[in-house]
Nanobody, 124 residues
């Protein structure tokens, strides 16, 4: 099993920045791809960003491309999501996810482990 714990959420104003972190523990050697998803009230959980095992490949949803940056530190078993130029429509609970696949993909089914989520609220 792999445990994921997110941190860094909060209330910010439009245009501000926020950095989310995810700490992984347990059988971390069994996972390769890491990702971030978000879920707004009344909506499906949607893909935000993903990163490959060595950080060499990243994937972003079009809605965050150019504003968000995903990174990982394998020595510390952490993955981060730097969010800049935040918009009210970015408001959601953000979830960290870990998958066994070597290929990063945006589908929820590609990820085997999930964190509990951290709330991000962007006011206008």
């Amino acid at each position: 099993q792999v445990q994921l714990v997110e941190s860094g959420g909060g209330l910010v104003q439009a245009g501000d920045s926020l950095r989310l972190s995810c700490a992984a523990s347990g059988r971390t050697f069994s996972v390769n791809s890491m990702g971030w998803f978000r879920q707004a009230p009344g909506k499906e959980r949607e893909f935000v960003a993903a990163i490959s095992w060595n950080g060499g490949s990243t994937l972003y949803d079009d809605s965050v491309q150019g504003r968000f940056t995903i990174s990982r530190d394998n020595a510390k078993n952490t993955v981060a999501l730097q969010m800049n130029s935040l918009k009210p429509e970015d408001t959601a609970v953000y979830y960290c996810a870990a998958g066994k696949s070597w290929v990063i993909r945006p589908g929820r089914d590609e990820y085997n482990y999930w964190g509990q989520g951290t709330q991000v609220t962007v006011s206008s």
